[in-house]
């Protein structure tokens, strides 16, 4: 879930301990959801607005991401015994969105322009590549020279997504009870194109974990991360001209939970 590590240029006050550490292991991302209803603003169109359909609407909805789990990496540089910066790096997740809850038009029309989030044959809703490197500052406690080490670390974390694709069976439904009809009430003929994104987002995100020790450069670690993770999803369908016949939206907030175990080195 996360990107290549970057090093660190910084000064080191002594050499009484080793100022690099670096971490590989399993990183297992739950997320708890608060999302807002689906928003949704349609084209105006005569014949809408004869049927008194309202072009702009919410519906009661609920999205929801799945759990993953990935390969993470770290790199580590102290500039003291308990003082640090840490760069969180890894293999980017794919995250599934299941959802639930129906998307309809107002009036007449809400009987063709109706899409039932919470229908088996439409979940998962969709997916994405999920990109969430972060920059922390470490305060590692404890006595120097012990085998355990406890440590608190805050900092950010920036999150963006790439590949996100609506599944199949839920695209054919948006086009056939969607973006066809509006496109024949605008009078624009042609195929429609859908559209699927989420916004970037930059969030705070708290650690704490344990360091432990080993003979040698070699050690183990565990943590567990939280992060209030905050973006937008959204799907567009576009007419064959290229103009915009609706617009679905919906503000997902994520508690972020993030637990991992690694392999540590030491130099």
Known sequence: MLLAPLALAMPVAGDAYEA?????????????????????????????SLLGVDEDFRSDTSLKAGSTTTLGWTYTRFVSDRLALRLEAGVPSKVELSGAGIVAATGPSGAVFRIDLGEPSNNPLGSALQWSPALVAVLRLGSPGASYRPYLALGARYTWFTHVDLDDTLQAQVQQRAAQPLASAAGIPGPTTLQARAAPTLDPQVSVGVLRRLQGHWGWSASLSYSPLKTTSSVEARAADGSRLFRSSSEVTGNVLIAALAADFWY
């Not at 550490?21 to 014949?47: F, I, K, S």
């Open 20 to 48: 690099s550490l670096v971490q590989a292991g399993l990183t297992r991302v739950m997320t708890l959801d608060r999302d807002e209803p689906v928003h949704t603003q349609l084209r105006p169109t005569l014949p809408g």
